[in-house]
């Protein structure tokens, strides 16, 4: 069965850092483009950042660039999103999402890790 | 940056048609896929590159897109067809992917 199981959130103070991980199973983890997608609470989906299967080429939303890091560990079927200087708006629900590479359909989500950003 | 543009809510009876619109500049060159979500729940690809449909999804879900609008049909709507649905673009000018705000679909 080709999953994705999201692990790392949590309640982080204003201006502090997390990691998220995303697991994946089911699939050749190295072919494939991947990204991250977050859903504030009540609110609808907004993207954060994409990674293609080689690391070479990645992209960044406006209100994440400069203080998120996107990566992957093709070795270990693993991506990740490394969060710094973190920010009220930032709490959400953050699912990563596997790119099927149909003009970036985004065919596989996972189940989402919850992180919350408060004093 | 692009924008696409979605109407907040659509309520339709049951075994009646469902039309959920999608609006961008010139959004009938580019590909759009639709997602459902239901509530706690991940999205789900429904419909991608316009108008095709991913396995298990059933055929009373349908796409189109031209012009400035895309749309996504719902025919003989279930219940369980209850949801928000959010478009979705790639934007190659921006290097961004785009979500449409979501419309939430009431089966009254």
């Known amino acids: 069965e080709v999953q994705l199981t999201e692990s790392g959130g949590g309640l982080v103070q204003p201006g502090g850092s997390l990691r998220l991980s995303c697991a994946a199973s089911?699939?050749?983890?190295?072919?494939?483009?991947l990204d991250w997608v977050r859903q504030a609470p009540g609110k609808g989906l907004e993207w954060v950042s994409y990674?293609?299967?080689?690391?070479?080429?990645?992209y960044y939303a406006d209100s994440v660039k400069g203080r998120f890091t996107i990566s992957r560990d093709n070795a270990k079927n693993s991506l990740y999103l490394q969060m710094h200087s973190l920010r009220d708006e930032d709490t959400a629900v953050y699912y990563c999402a596997r790119d099927g590479g149909m003009a970036g359909v985004m065919d596989v989500w996972g189940q989402g890790t919850t992180v919350t950003v408060s004093s | 940056s692009y924008v696409l543009t979605q109407p907040p809510s659509v309520s339709v009876a049951p075994g009646e048609t469902a039309r959920i619109t999608c609006e961008g500049n010139?959004?009938?060159?580019?590909?759009v896929h639709w997602y459902q979500q239901k509530p706690g729940q991940a999205p789900v690809l429904v419909i991608y590159?316009?108008?095709d449909r991913p396995s298990g999804i059933p055929e009373r879900f349908s796409g189109s897109n031209s012009g400035n609008t895309a749309t996504l049909t719902i025919n003989r709507v279930e219940a369980g067809d209850e949801a928000d649905y959010y478009c979705h673009v790639w934007d190659s000018s921006s290097e961004h992917h785009v979500f449409g705000g979501g419309t939430k679909l009431t089966v009254l």
């Open positions: 089911g699939f050749t983890f190295s072919h494939y483009n």
């Open positions: 990674i293609n299967s080689r690391s070479d080429t990645i």
């Open positions: 590159s316009n108008n």
């Open positions: 010139n959004i009938g060159t580019k590909s």
